[in-house]
Nanobody, 123 residues
Framework: QVQLVESGGGLVQAGGSLRLSCAASGRTFSSSAMGWFRQAPGKEREFVGAINWSTAYTYYADSVKGRFTVSRDNAKTTVYLQMNRLKPEDTAVYYC????????????????WGQGTQVTVSS
């Protein structure tokens, strides 16, 4: 099992930036990919972006492509989500997840999830 802890959420004005972090511990060697998802009130969980631990290959949802960047540190213990040009519709709880099946947009392919961090973008 992989333990994941997100941080970095908060309140920001539209057009601003935030960087989320996801610290991973435990059986991280069993995971090949880390994903970021978000869930707004009354909506289903939505894929944001993902990264392959080894190759650093990244994959993004169309809604965030060009604005958000997923990266990882060289020690492969922390994954980041840099969010630029934020919009009110980006408001949600953001979750990181670890999976063994490579970067994917499908939540069911991820085995371990963090507790989430709130991001609120004001207009």
């Amino acid at each position: 099992q992989v333990q994941l802890v997100e941080s970095g959420g908060g309140l920001v004005q539209a057009g601003g930036s935030l960087r989320l972090s996801c610290a991973a511990s435990g059986r991280t060697f069993s995971s090949s990919a880390m994903g970021w998802f978000r869930q707004a009130p009354g909506k289903e969980r939505e894929f944001v972006g993902a990264i392959n631990w080894s190759t650093a290959y990244t994959y993004y949802a169309d809604s965030v492509k060009g604005r958000f960047t997923v990266s990882r540190d060289n020690a492969k213990t922390t994954v980041y989500l840099q969010m630029n040009r934020l919009k009110p519709e980006d408001t949600a709880v953001y979750y990181c997840a670890a999976g063994a099946n490579g970067p994917s947009s499908y939540p069911f392919l991820y085995d371990d999830w963090g507790q989430g961090t709130q991001v609120t973008v004001s207009s």
